[in-house]
């Protein structure tokens, strides 16, 4: 999740059991738990482009890991500010601990995948009910936690902290739908994939992008949900076949461990590039939700599988056109 909405939740939760005077810094400590443990995209390396997408949302992100995290923040804010005010450690680290416990399980809500049980398993999770960025899920969220600050009153921050669940369940619901969609599309079509994944659309809970699997091909289409859904047919890829896309890449090469490594990453979802060669994409992200344009891809090279790691791409260069038609798909009209 983005890092505004990160920080107003891990203020609301702190602020929402905090005594009578202690909003404030409640909503301090919150802010610094929920938003630190994102500090792990500073893991990066300049000869591994692929290391930085292991670490984003692993050890730091592991409900295990959060009573250390949030003390390791808790002893920086006593330390630089805390005891120059006479803060009492035992309640900065409770706020922080409180703040830095809601990261984890918000970035779950998304689609990109979130280690939560590190480091016992490796399996991403992504429950795929609320996009990276949702103003109408953030606004109200800061507005409250600013009331309660304001105030010195608790209730705002916990209205804060429903109104979240809510949203969240109303994602759980609205991706449910999504799903059903699909699959009666799909069966339209003849098919009967084993999964159907449905991921909400940028900024909003009515449009979501469908993809499921048949014959070793992906189906990519939209739906935008209301009384009578619409449905905007998208776009057909083969899945990823080593033999077939790339029959010149060594099976223990360096770059095949990579095409692995981002394989994991993106969940399986993962196809040879159609319009650029030697390219692998990540097929979960676009910004039409019925296209296959992906936001980001790794660049293998023949020349230098042996000796150097894949290159790293991202793509989000759209036009005013692009943000229309999707305008246009959020309010059911025919494009």
Same mark, same amino acid.
């Given at each position: 999740?983005?890092?505004?909405?990160?920080?107003?939740? +891990?203020?609301?939760?702190?602020?929402?059991?905090?005594? %009578?005077?202690?909003? +404030?810094?409640?909503?301090?400590?919150?802010?610094? +738990?929920?938003?630190?443990? *994102?500090?792990?995209?500073?893991?990066?390396?300049?000869?591994?482009?692929?290391?930085?997408?292991?670490?984003?949302?692993?050890?730091?992100?592991?409900?295990?890991?959060?009573?250390?995290?949030?003390?390791?923040?808790?002893?920086?804010?006593?330390?630089?500010?805390?005891? !120059?005010?006479?803060?009492?450690? %035992?309640?900065?680290?409770?706020?922080?601990?409180?703040?830095?416990?809601?990261?984890?399980?918000?970035?779950?809500?998304?689609?990109?995948?979130?280690?939560?049980?590190?480091?016992?398993?490796?399996?991403?999770?992504?429950?795929?009910?609320?996009?990276?960025?949702?103003?109408?899920?953030?606004?109200?969220?800061?507005?409250?936690?600013?009331?309660?600050?304001?105030?010195?009153?608790?209730?705002?921050?916990?209205?804060? $902290?429903?109104?979240?669940?809510?949203?969240?369940?109303?994602?759980?619901?609205?991706?449910?739908?999504?799903?059903?969609?699909?699959?009666?599309?799909?069966?339209?079509?003849?098919?009967?994939?084993?999964?159907?994944?449905?991921?909400?659309?940028?900024?909003?809970?009515?449009?979501?992008?469908?993809?499921?699997?048949? *014959?070793? !091909? &992906?189906?990519?289409?939209?739906?935008?949900?209301? !009384?009578?859904?619409?449905?905007?047919?998208?776009?057909?890829?083969?899945?990823?076949?080593?033999?077939?896309?790339?029959?010149?890449? +060594?099976?223990?090469?360096?770059?095949? !461990?990579?095409?692995?490594?981002? %394989?994991?990453?993106? $969940?399986?979802?993962?196809?040879?590039?159609?319009?650029?060669?030697?390219?692998?994409?990540?097929?979960? &992200?676009?910004?039409?939700?019925?296209?296959?344009?992906?936001?980001?891809?790794?660049?293998?090279?023949?020349?230098?599988? *042996?000796?150097?790691?894949?290159?790293? =791409?991202?793509?989000?260069?759209?036009?005013?056109?692009?943000?229309?038609?999707?305008?246009?798909?959020?309010?059911? =009209?025919?494009?």
């Amino acid at each position: 999740m983005d890092p505004v909405t990160q920080g107003a939740l +891990g203020a609301a939760l702190p602020q929402s059991v905090a005594r %009578r005077g202690k909003t +404030g810094l409640a909503m301090l400590c919150g802010i610094a +738990g929920g938003m630190a443990p *994102d500090l792990d995209v500073i893991i990066r390396s300049a000869n591994d482009p692929l290391l930085f997408l292991e670490y984003h949302r692993q050890f730091t992100h592991s409900l295990i890991f959060i009573p250390l995290g949030a003390a390791i923040v808790a002893l920086t804010l006593w330390g630089t500010v805390g005891l !120059r005010r006479g803060w009492a450690f %035992r309640e900065v680290y409770f706020f922080t601990a409180l703040g830095y416990a809601t990261h984890a399980v918000l970035d779950a809500c998304t689609s990109y995948g979130t280690l939560l049980f590190w480091p016992f398993s490796d399996q991403r999770f992504a429950w795929n009910n609320v996009s990276i960025i949702d103003p109408l899920l953030t606004v109200p969220l800061i507005a409250l936690v600013l009331t309660s600050r304001l105030s010195h009153r608790r209730w705002p921050a916990l209205v804060g $902290m429903f109104w979240v669940v809510g949203y969240l369940s109303l994602g759980v619901v609205a991706r449910d739908a999504a799903q059903e969609v699909a699959q009666q599309l799909a069966h339209s079509r003849g098919h009967r994939p084993a999964v159907i994944e449905a991921k909400p659309s940028f900024a909003n809970l009515l449009l979501w992008k469908t993809i499921y699997e048949d *014959d070793d !091909r &992906y189906y990519v289409d939209a739906v935008r949900l209301g !009384r009578e859904p619409v449905v905007y047919p998208g776009e057909v890829l083969a899945a990823l076949d080593i033999a077939r896309d790339f029959p010149w890449l +060594g099976k223990d090469s360096l770059q095949a !461990r990579d095409v692995e490594r981002f %394989r994991w990453f993106s $969940m399986g979802y993962i196809a040879a590039d159609p319009d650029f060669p030697n390219r692998i994409i990540d097929i979960r &992200y676009s910004l039409l939700p019925n296209e296959i344009r992906p936001l980001w891809s790794i660049q293998l090279n023949p020349e230098t599988q *042996d000796s150097k790691h894949v290159s790293y =791409l991202v793509s989000r260069e759209r036009g005013a056109e692009t943000v229309s038609r999707l305008w246009t798909m959020i309010r059911g =009209l025919p494009l």
